[in-house]
């Protein structure tokens, strides 16, 4: 039986025109997932983000990737997402080879680390906020409430964003993912800094 999302020898290139800057390959960081170096063809710049990558994650799984800035974390997350389309390899979802166009539909994501954080606007309080994007995403009103008190923010959905702790930050945008109904969840958090603990003991 296989996972729930499968991937197989992924890989991310990224091209880009050469600069005045010199770049020395020896300087760039390396995992056992990721490989990232700068090969120079006349005027162009070949960036590998992601190199060969291949994961499985069964359904119900907690599945963390962890590596240093530049390692390819965000790139893989942001092909997963369906923000992204891969250079080569293949993603299925519950055995099924997916395009990456369809991963959209089947993946939520916190989109403050994935997106870039621009969703949010400080001084919409966090219903505003969470409605504003349920808007775009063709959900109802009925599932901002519930994902609301799903997160412990039901009594503070008046309040500013602007006023928030990073740790309400943090559920504020868990609960954008999980407005859209899909099998995976895809969450990035990239900041070191901790979450508070009713956070982090949430399932």
Request: aromatic letters at 8%; charged letters at 25%; one cysteine or more.
């Amino acid at each position: 039986m296989g996972g729930a999302l499968e991937v197989r020898h992924l890989s991310k290139k990224f091209e880009t025109r050469a600069c005045r800057w010199r770049f020395d390959s020896r300087e760039i960081p390396s995992t056992f997932t990721t490989e990232l170096y700068w090969r120079i063809r006349g005027k162009k710049i070949v960036i590998e983000a992601l190199k060969d990558v291949s994961l499985e994650v069964r359904e119900g799984e907690l599945f963390g990737i962890l590596g240093p800035n530049g390692s390819g974390k965000t790139t893989l997350l942001r092909i997963l997402a369906g923000l992204m389309p891969p250079s080569s390899g293949e993603i299925r979802v519950f055995g099924r080879p997916v395009d990456w166009r369809e991963l959209y539909k089947l993946t939520n994501y916190v989109p403050g680390a994935l997106a870039g954080g621009g969703w949010v606007v400080t001084s919409l309080s966090a219903y505003e906020n969470l409605r504003t994007r349920a808007y775009a995403l063709g959900v109802g009103e009925e599932r901002v409430l519930e994902v609301l008190k799903l997160l412990g923010l039901e009594e503070y959905k008046d309040r500013p964003v602007g006023t928030f702790s990073s740790g309400m930050l943090a559920r504020l945008e868990v609960a954008a993912a999980f407005l859209k109904d899909a099998p995976i969840l895809c969450l990035l958090y990239t900041s070191p800094s901790p979450r508070d603990l009713s956070t982090s003991r949430m399932p």
